[in-house]
């Protein structure tokens, strides 16, 4: 993936989140993280809904950055600001989101612009993304968050931070996977070469290691 100019804002405290580095190949920020795939009464999935707690000492950068009158308030046209810089970067990334159906990608759309928050020392980035194309709950679906770069780690720190939700909420059997590193790197062994952890933006392998929520729908 590359960057295109527009994503690369003056602030550099926000360009980390998305901005990738050939020594970089392990987390520098840290969220905790909270999704919900929410269903219709008619079987679909309609929205994947993100909510995004940052790190102090990321959150406290942001603040120093984007807080332009020096109050250490960021009100809303500096929140505004980091909303602006954050969902036009993240764009390139999918906004961290992988969604599949039966192995295969499919795409997403951001409707509106990430929202942003400061509560208690703390950056909020919270968002829906919905499916480009509609989604029945059939077959095997999975949803995955991550950060293609590996700057940036979105944990989800107990299995009931990723839920289904909605109508059509029990329709399928839901797990959430937390994938064994040693595991992942002992079956990829062939792609894990000096080229992936250089530049791990440059292949797909960095998804193997997210969380995800699989659904099994019948």
């Not at 950055?65 to 999918?94: H, K, M, P, Q, Y």
């Not at 839920?163 to 079956?187: H, L």
């Not at 960095?206 to 929520?213: D, E, G, M, N, W």
């Amino acid at each position: 993936m590359k960057l295109s100019k527009r994503s690369l804002p003056a602030l550099a405290v926000v360009t980390a989140l998305t901005l990738p580095s050939t020594a970089l190949a392990h987390p520098h920020i840290f969220a905790e993280a909270r999704l919900e795939v929410e269903t219709t009464e008619n079987g679909l999935i309609s929205e994947l809904r993100h909510v995004w707690r940052f790190d102090e000492v990321f959150s406290s950068s942001v603040m120093l950055d984007f807080d332009r009158n020096g109050d250490f308030v960021l009100d809303n046209s500096e929140l505004a600001g980091i909303s602006e810089v954050v969902t036009d970067s993240l764009s390139d990334f999918d906004y961290y989101t992988s969604l599949t159906i039966d192995g295969a990608d499919g795409a997403i759309s951001l409707p509106e612009p990430i929202k942003v928050s400061f509560q208690d020392g703390q950056l909020l980035m919270f968002f829906a993304v919905l499916p480009k194309e509609p989604v029945p709950l059939d077959g095997t679906i999975a949803v995955g968050v991550y950060d293609p770069t590996m700057y940036a780690a979105i944990e989800f720190m107990t299995d009931d931070q990723m839920v289904v939700t909605g109508a059509s909420a029990g329709k399928c059997q839901s797990q959430v996977v937390r994938p064994d590193p040693d595991e992942v790197i002992a079956q990829n062994q062939g792609s894990l070469t000096e080229a992936f952890f250089s530049d791990p933006t440059g292949n797909d392998i960095s998804k193997l290691f997210a969380t995800r929520l699989e659904l099994v729908c019948k």
